[in-house]
């Protein structure tokens, strides 16, 4: 009888044709995603042409809605007059109070996690008109920098606080119950199961802020600033400059889409090192 012998660790053929299948797959995800990523760029740039093709013809008055020369002008233009010096000022207000909000709303999630009571009257707060706040908070404050600072923390803070609180709320009952059967303290609770099991969530609340914050800067800076983007916009406003008001926005977009990208890839760094 001819025996046939198996090598050792298994059948060798089906663990390459795993492999090779693998392969196409990871594949295919790098395409789809290269196909969304150039699909994005299409759409933008034909937007753009529409938009140009628009004021030059006539269809738009480009006046009122301006046109992308235009606005490249406008920018081109700033160059001279401290654009670079605006940005920083609205990025540094973004950066100081995305990362205070962000601090200490995680800080208050954790005293308030066993407080169902504090966490009700957190959820009123949140419904609050905190940009109505504006004029209270810069008299409190002072008119500057700081009050800036101070709405882009109130509107992003509460943030934090709710949506961790409900992940630390919604970690399994089960592993709770099971660490606390073998003695663990709360403590050592929160550390070992409750916070690890909720950093996916503590990176979408960080997504959530960078806009917030942003949004309480350039509402503070609509009220009371002598620079930032913020203030370009609204000067625009007042000398109706619509190429300038414009500039100002998309210059926001295109800030806003960088933060956002920077929390993405820092998220994915993360949670790769805790897969691994």
């Known amino acids: 009888m001819n025996h046939k012998c198996t090598p050792p660790g298994g059948n060798t053929t089906a663990g390459a044709e795993l492999s090779a299948e693998r392969r196409a797959y990871l594949r295919q995800v790098r395409r789809q995603k290269q196909e969304i990523t150039l699909w994005r760029a299409g759409v933008l740039v034909g937007l753009l042409l529409l938009w140009e093709i628009a004021a030059r013809l006539g269809w738009i008055d480009s006046f009122i809605m301006s046109s992308p020369s235009r606005i490249l002008d406008t920018l081109f233009s700033l160059a001279d007059n401290q654009i670079l010096m605006h940005f920083s000022v609205t990025l540094y207000e973004t950066l100081t109070g995305f990362v205070i909000g962000a601090f200490g709303g995680l800080l208050l999630a954790i005293l308030l996690w066993q407080s169902e009571l504090v966490s009700k009257i957190l959820v009123v707060l949140n419904s609050l008109p905190k940009i109505a706040l504006g004029p209270v908070i810069i008299i409190w404050v002072g008119a500057g920098t700081e009050a800036i600072i101070v709405m882009a923390v109130a509107i992003s803070m509460i943030v ?117």
């Open 160 to 276: 934090t606080v709710l949506e961790m609180l409900e992940g630390f709320r919604s970690t399994d009952p089960e592993l709770i119950r099971m660490a606390e059967t073998f003695g663990a303290s709360r403590q050592q609770i929160f550390r070992k199961i409750v916070f690890p099991a909720n950093i996916p969530v503590l990176f979408n609340s960080l997504k959530i802020n960078i806009g917030l914050s942003l949004v309480g800067v350039i509402a503070g800076e609509f009220l009371v600033s002598k620079a930032g983007l913020g203030y370009l916009i609204v000067y625009g406003g007042q000398v109706f400059q619509l190429d300038l008001v414009m500039t100002g926005v998309i210059i926001l977009a295109l800030m806003a889409v960088g933060m956002y990208r920077c929390i993405t890839l820092v998220e994915n760094r993360v949670l790769r090192g805790r897969r691994r």
